[in-house]
T-cell receptor, first 109, second 114 residues
């Protein structure tokens, strides 16, 4: 049973649309990561957060500890945002990351 | 460019063989992580090293082993390879390896077992 659930699995949007990707997890996380993986395969760390909200350019990540839920938002989406977005969590003092299955985002021009 | 390097980029080999994947962490990072990404299992944590010592172990098979050397580079050894070992293998590094540390990923090694 995967302890990190992402939704949706696939998302297609038109350029300029506001995008939201969701991640739910079980108890006691110490950190949540959002990662981006482009078709070439490379992985880039977008955010690491344990509370509140972080913003970087057009990307915003939020986390609600009580609801055990995080969202990744992309404003004014662009075709270059097309990628797989992966949520990963670290439970308690455990060093390992547990990954969601990813959300494939396609932004059409 | 994350500053983490992995070699080789691609590796094609046969069942039963043994291969070694290499990772050099970012300058100043003491911790190295290995991950496997397969089509059916997604990304899975294999093992973590910190300053030469094993720190955490995940879903790593007994046929696989890893080590981190004094210069902090790491190697992942995969032996008695099976078709199901075909996957992307990522290395990541972080400063200390604690939960508060961001991880920086290398470009990955694509292993194909025929």
């Amino acid at each position: 049973k995967n302890e990190v659930e992402q939704s949706p699995q696939n998302l297609t949007a038109q350029e300029g649309e506001f995008i939201t990707i969701n991640c739910s997890y079980s108890v006691g996380i110490s950190a949540l990561h959002w990662l981006q993986q482009h078709p070439g395969g490379g992985i880039v760390s977008l955010f690491m957060l344990s509370s509140g909200k972080k913003k970087h350019g057009r990307l915003i990540a939020t986390i609600n500890i009580q609801e055990k839920h995080s969202s990744l938002h992309i404003t004014a989406s662009h075709p270059r945002d097309s990628a797989v977005y992966i949520c990963a969590v670290r439970y308690g003092s455990n060093y390992k990351l547990t990954f969601g299955k990813g959300t494939l985002l396609t932004v059409n021009p | 460019d994350s500053g983490v390097t992995q070699t080789p980029k691609h590796l094609i080999t046969a069942t039963g063989q043994r291969v070694t994947l290499r990772c050099s962490p970012r300058s100043g990072d003491l911790s190295v992580y290995w991950y496997q990404q397969s089509l059916d299992q997604g990304l899975q944590f294999l093992i973590q090293y910190y300053n030469g010592e094993e720190r955490a172990k995940g879903n790593i098979l007994e046929r696989f082993s890893a080590q981190q050397f004094p210069d902090l580079h790491s190697e992942l050894n995969l032996s008695s390879l099976e078709l199901g070992d075909s996957a992307l293998y990522f290395c990541a590094s972080s400063v200390t390896g604690g939960p508060e540390n961001e991880q920086f990923f290398g470009p990955g090694t694509r292993l194909t077992v025929l």
